[in-house]
């Protein structure tokens, strides 16, 4: 599995009834997740769900997610 399918899969499975796009490599990636959940959070409310369900992938100094580059969250 690539890691930008692997980034996707763990987002939706965080985050169920999601639905994420992931675009990148080499460390860098944009994400946008579109979730029911997100509905009445604030924006940074929001994107803490996301980071929170990758932030295995983004530990240590070999981690496959070095930065996200643009995150957008969106509701239905």
Known sequence: ?????Q?????ETSIPGSQATVRGGGGHFEIEVVAEQFAGLRLL?????VLQAIKDLMAG?????????????RTP
């Open 7 to 11: 980034v996707k899969q763990t987002i």
């Open 45 to 49: 409310a929001q994107q803490r769900l």
């Open 1 to 5: 599995m690539s890691i930008v399918d």
């Open 61 to 73: 100094s070999d981690a496959p997610v070095h930065a996200v580059d643009r995150l957008v969250c």
